[in-house]
């Protein structure tokens, strides 16, 4: 099992990211100096210390690796890559940077990976000479004024060596190496890999291998043929997608205007929907409820949003979309209201969300946790606050373009259905759980097994799983597939309620 890390050793997702902060940046003198990241590599080993000699080559036969079926794909930054027998694997964020990670069930291995972006001059040797001068940093010897006198880290071998050409992965050009670090806790030593591949000018992957001495050779056998067996897609076809699905997006708004969108919510005033797990036997009754909501549309004002209304005048007419919504998550129940504003010009939003969170038969208050929202023009702003919980405060950058209002994502399926064009969609969304303006894609078909259905595939953001949706020919919603396997499905209160109750749920 892998220690737990501390401080003093950096994260791989904060290594990409100091990388990025210094992009374009003259770095201050340091001791020792860090190397720039817009000037010539130089190897960063401490002069008392030459590198060991290089591990021994892995075996040839890729196939030491055994790999699953099912990938790991970040459609974001076009990778795929195969997943080792007996791993897990994640897809992260932080800001602008995407990531993701690998990792054996028992922790013995992690492979993080990001994808750092920097000026297109940049080299892979440049960002693996700062992420190693950093890394060795935080292992430094200092006397008592603070003076860097070496480090407790140490150079394994590095690939390619310091003036020769970059090593190809996938046929990129590539730079990778490898640390031994002392222990934590008394444990046993640490070992670091680190790859960089440079996936367009200006445009990087990087992948760090985690793990311990015992476990170095077979980690880096896993690490190495892991990564030798990526795809990575080229970053102009992945531009010149988002482009066209962006393109189609613009034309359905073109197309339907503030009728065709007064048509729907006055078509679809209110409608219930459960969540379940659903049962061998079919039976409703033997289904796992997971969650209900409450979803009202209507032509109102601001005044909807109650205290929590952002700027611009109460009385100001437009769009709301009010839900209200329950979720069992073990012995807690999450309550939530959701309430969007938007104008009838689309120029100007406004949003509240709520969540309160109980224990079932708590007689204690429950904590409360809330984001108000508001955007005028391509001015936005989102804060965040909650019981016990500092408040704060971001203003996501909102596109010129393909920008999707609060209030249009929830009845987005039904403009789509509306359009009646069969096509892949793209718009830039704010994200809740990520707090910020994402890409979004959806695309709208007919189901081979029924073409007389609509079904619209969506992906809140273009690393999310995909969402399925069905509709009937006059666009009622049939059903929605989840991808846990979890299903949302039509209801009425009536039956909710009896359903709730038989099975002896809350509905207070």
């Known amino acids: 099992m892998l220690p737990r890390h501390t401080h003093r050793l950096l994260s791989f997702m904060s290594v990409c990211m100091l990388t990025c902060m210094a992009l374009g940046q003259t770095a201050k003198p340091r001791k020792p100096t860090a190397p720039s990241l817009n000037q010539p590599s130089k190897q960063t080993v401490p002069k008392d210390q030459a590198p060991t000699p290089p591990p021994p080559p892995l075996p040839s036969n890729p196939g030491a690796v055994e790999f699953g079926d099912e990938p790991l794909r970040i459609e974001s930054i076009g990778l795929t890559m195969p997943l080792p027998v007996g791993s897990v694997s994640q897809i992260d964020s932080a800001g602008n940077i995407v990531g993701g990670k690998i990792a054996a069930k028992d922790q013995r291995w992690i492979i993080r990976i990001a994808s750092p972006k920097g000026t297109e001059s940049m080299t892979t040797a440049q960002i693996g000479d700062s992420a190693l001068e950093l890394l060795l940093e935080s292992y430094g010897i200092t006397d008592k004024d603070a003076n860097v006198l070496g480090t407790r880290g140490r150079l394994i071998s590095r690939e390619p060596p310091e003036g020769s050409p970059p090593i190809l992965i996938s046929g990129k050009p590539a730079d990778r190496w490898y640390v031994k670090l002392p222990p934590l806790e008394g444990r046993?030593?640490?070992?670091?890999g680190f790859t960089v591949i440079q996936a367009a000018p200006g445009q990087f992957l990087t992948f760090e291998l985690l793990t311990?001495?015992?476990?170095?050779?077979?980690?880096?056998?896993?690490?190495?043929?892991?990564?030798?067996?990526a795809t990575i897609a080229d970053p102009r076809v992945l531009a010149e997608s988002r482009v066209g699905a962006i393109t189609a997006g613009l034309r359905l708004f073109e197309n339907l205007g503030t009728d065709a969108v007064k048509e729907i919510v006055a078509a679809n005033p209110e409608r219930w929907e459960r969540l379940y797990r659903p049962s061998p036997t079919g039976s409703a009754q033997d289904e796992v409820e997971v969650a209900y909501r409450r979803t009202r549309l209507s032509?109102?004002?601001?005044?909807?949003?109650?205290?929590?209304g952002t700027s611009g005048s109460d009385r100001q007419e437009g769009f709301v979309v009010e839900i209200d919504a329950r979720l069992l998550d073990g012995s807690n129940i999450i309550d939530s209201r959701s309430v969007y504003f938007m104008s009838f010009d689309r120029e100007e939003e406004a949003w509240v969300l709520t969540n309160a969170l109980r224990t079932a038969g708590s007689a204690s208050k429950p904590p409360v946790f809330r984001e108000t929202g508001g955007r005028i023009g391509k001015s936005m702003t989102v804060r965040v606050d909650g019981t016990g919980t500092p408040a704060t405060t971001t203003k996501p950058s909102v596109r010129d373009e393909g920008y999707l209002n609060q209030v249009e994502t929830v009845i987005l399926p039904r403009l789509l259905i509306r359009h009646g064009v069969t096509a892949e969609f793209g718009f830039y969304a704010y994200q809740s759980s990520a707090n910020t303006i994402r890409l979004r894609r959806d695309t709208l078909d007919h189901p081979p097994e029924r073409p007389e259905q609509w079904r619209v595939t969506s992906r809140p953001t273009e690393d999310s799983r995909p969402i399925l949706s069905f509709f009937d020919s006059a666009g009622r919603h049939l059903r929605t597939e989840m991808p846990d396997g979890?299903?949302?499905e039509p209801t009425d209160l009536k039956e909710l309620a009896r359903l709730w109750k038989s099975k002896g749920l809350p509905m207070d």
């Open 486 to 488: 979890s299903f949302w």
């Open 212 to 229: 311990t001495e015992p476990e170095f050779e077979r980690s880096r056998g896993i690490y190495q043929t892991t990564i030798a067996a």
């Open 188 to 192: 046993n030593d640490l070992m670091r």
């Open 299 to 308: 032509i109102g004002n601001r005044t909807a949003l109650g205290s929590g």
